[in-house]
């Protein structure tokens, strides 16, 4: 089971798209959705789908988060025509950041919000080759510009099973960007791929909530040990959501409460979410009670 979970908040959207994204990638489909009733946004829809084979999840919650280009994610392909078919998908109804051309690090690249507002860069791989399809991709600006090699190491010394790759730094000449901050970076957590890097530019946009990472747990121990280590903002933890020092939200969610919610009864589901809704960090033993009795 995939441990880190990229979760996608639309606001009416999440059907649309997971179908517009399951089209396009190969190795992908839409494996279940289900719908939480009486939340703060209404009713709300979820999907869970693969995209060549790693999982992600939609929602559909309202407008409170819009997408942002600080959070992208990168795709890796094996010939040029597969940029253009992904680019030519992606990019009807949205708007390019960077055109599709020829990079020095790349034969065929371009970056894109697609007409959800969700960034990709869409990239030919070339001789490089790749070992993950879709590489979220985190870049830090505005005050959180130049924290980019910290927050890696960060997240490396939080999750168990991490490593740190190349890291290419700008160089003298490569103002507004400081020399020494981080160019691209490759790090490794649980066993997926992610990239970062600094942009010194102004962009007027940051980390957004609409793009959050789920951290599946096993037990109550490791929920606390990842709330602890990531929270750094009290006032936004609310249903399992953090944000972190560095303005990044993560999900610290038990796999216990996926089990409850697809038990196929109304009344089980209804008491669960009506449970979590007043938990900041998720209580098991608290979803348990809920679950096994009505406690109204």
């Known amino acids: 089971m995939q441990k880190i979970v990229p979760h996608l908040w639309f606001d009416t959207e999440a059907v649309a798209a997971a179908r517009l994204y399951t089209s396009l990638f190969d190795s992908s489909s839409i494996v279940n959705s289900s ?7 209404g009713s709300v829809e979820t999907l869970k789908i693969l995209l060549s084979g790693q999982e992600f999840i939609l929602m559909s919650a309202g407008p409170l988060f819009r997408f942002t280009p600080a959070l992208s994610f990168l795709v890796a392909c094996d010939t040029k025509k597969e940029v253009d078919r992904l680019w030519q998908g992606l990019r009807e109804g949205g708007s390019e950041l960077m055109p599709l051309d020829t990079y020095p690090f790349s034969e065929r690249y371009g970056w894109l919000q697609d007409r959800y507002g969700l960034s990709w860069q869409i990239m030919h791989a070339g001789e490089k080759g790749y070992s993950q399809k879709i590489t979220p991709t985190l870049m830090f600006v505005g005050d959180q510009c130049g924290k980019s090699e910290e927050a890696i190491r960060f997240y490396a010394s939080v999750f168990r099973n991490a490593d740190v790759g190349d890291l290419l730094r700008y160089g003298p000449g490569e103002e507004p960007d400081r020399e020494g901050t981080l160019k691209h970076a490759a790090f490794t957590l649980e066993g ?12 007027g946009f940051t980390f957004s909530e609409a793009v959050s990472f789920m951290v599946r747990c096993d037990s109550q121990e490791e929920v606390d ?5 990531l929270s750094a903002h009290p006032e936004a933890e609310q249903c399992g959501w953090l944000k972190d020092r560095y303005g990044l939200s993560w999900q610290i969610v038990p796999t216990v409460l996926d089990e409850m919610m697809r038990s196929g009864d109304p009344s089980r589901t209804a008491r669960v979410t009506a449970a979590f809704l007043k938990m900041k960090k998720f209580d098991i033993a608290g979803l348990r009670k809920a679950y096994k009795e009505d406690t109204r």
């Open 35 to 41: 719908t939480m009733d009486d939340t703060p946004s």
């Open 225 to 229: 040990f990842f709330w602890s280590s």
């Open 192 to 203: 997926q791929e992610f990239a970062a890097m600094d942009s010194a530019y102004e962009h």
